[in-house]
Nanobody, 124 residues
Framework: QVQLVESGGGLVQAGGSLRLSCAAS????????TGWFRQAPGKEREFVAA????????YYADSVKGRFTISRDSAKNTVYLEMNNLKPEDTAVYYC?????????????????WGQGTQVTVSS
């Protein structure tokens, strides 16, 4: 089993920045990918970004490219999501997800482990 705990959400004005953290514990040694998804009220949960633990390849949704950066600290089993130039449409609950094998990083069904979510609110 793997436990994921997100932190770093909050309220920020448009144009501001936040950094989310996802700390993993448990059987983390064989994780393949850790990703971030978000869900706004009344909408489907959508892919934001992902990173492979082996090699560090990163993936981004088009809506966040150039504004968000995903990174990892292997020593701390932690993945970060640096969010800059935030927009009101970025408002959502942000979830961290992980799995030992992910064929398509943007498809939430490939992830078995999920965090509890952290709220990000961007005011205009």
């Amino acid at each position: 089993q793997v436990q994921l705990v997100e932190s770093g959400g909050g309220l920020v004005q448009a144009g501001g920045s936040l950094r989310l953290s996802c700390a993993a514990s448990g059987r983390t040694f064989n994780l393949d990918v850790t990703g971030w998804f978000r869900q706004a009220p009344g909408k489907e949960r959508e892919f934001v970004a992902a990173i492979r633990w082996n090699g560090g390849r990163t993936y981004y949704a088009d809506s966040v490219k150039g504004r968000f950066t995903i990174s990892r600290d292997s020593a701390k089993n932690t993945v970060y999501l640096e969010m800059n130039n935030l927009k009101p449409e970025d408002t959502a609950v942000y979830y961290c997800a992980a799995d030992p094998f992910v064929l398509d990083v943007a498809t939430k069904n490939y992830y078995d482990y999920w965090g509890q979510g952290t709220q990000v609110t961007v005011s205009s």
